[in-house]
């Protein structure tokens, strides 16, 4: 049975709220069998101008990406998926958690051609805490750098968020897990740094921030695009760049960036203590990202998407 700290009252899908024991699919479904999805991860926090997802609009628009790489039609635009999450999560009288967009090839055809499978949109949200363990944000965790490799370019195609990608992603953590660490870092075919198992990486040297550059290997994080941003108002050098994994290991610091993730300082790889500790510059930027997500720094960009209270909320 699922844990019921997932379980919220409602779940919309493709323009109806269907309550949580109906929200399913079956298993002659496309996706059941083959991965055909993709989705989303976005996070709702409490601010002072009220709950608000942050960059709903660029998530919307990286599933509608991932929907076009599979050549899966999708009937909702960005808008059209931004009202039904705010609805969802007024109706599940939620103010802060996170929302999983799900886009799904469903039960038509089993042949490999998912052309006679019916696209199935679904929204749902749970309540989520922190990703990587409840002190993860304050005192880091311990990552280990991955036995599988990431996807090859042109195999898997890595800035798709699809549900197939994740095969290669529960192989990474569950290793990471049964040998003791948090999360396990992956290198790309080429034996270049890529990514963690669902969230990008970033080292500090000498004052300056680096993160491998997209190569085909790694979700195009807008987390990550959040960390250059910030370090770029706050006048931190920020560079994407080839990574050598022997960097994970002479790097001042290191950190996740994610949307579930947030900034999670990485404070050993493979047992070797990154420099002194949860280090300033990852201290400084994460403050700056939870200011940013929680309406305490100005939203210059408009990032923030904050639920509009309507006057038919409360209709559950
Ligand atoms: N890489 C992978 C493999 C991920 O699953 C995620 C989480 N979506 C990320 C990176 C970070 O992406 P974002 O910052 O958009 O959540």
Redesign the pocket.
Known sequence: MIDSAFRTPWIWKDGDFLRWEDANIHVMSHVVHYGSSVFE?VRCYQTSRGPAFFRLRD?MR?LRESAAVYQMPMEYDADDLMEASFELFRRNGMDEGYLRPLVIRGAGALGLNPAQSPVETWLMGWPWGQYLGSKALEEGVDACVSSWFRPAPNTFPALA?AGG??LN?QLMKMEAVRNGYAEGIGVGPGGLVS??????IFLVKEGKVITPALDGT??D????KTVMALCRDMDIPISETRVPREMLYTADEVFF????AELTPVRSVDRIPVGKGVGPVTKALQAAYMDLVRGRRPDSRGWLDVIPQAAKAGVA
């Open positions: 991860g998530h990286r968020k990608n994740y992603s990514e963690g198992s669902g969230q990008n790694m979700l994080g807008l987390t990550r960036a994610g949307t579930a």
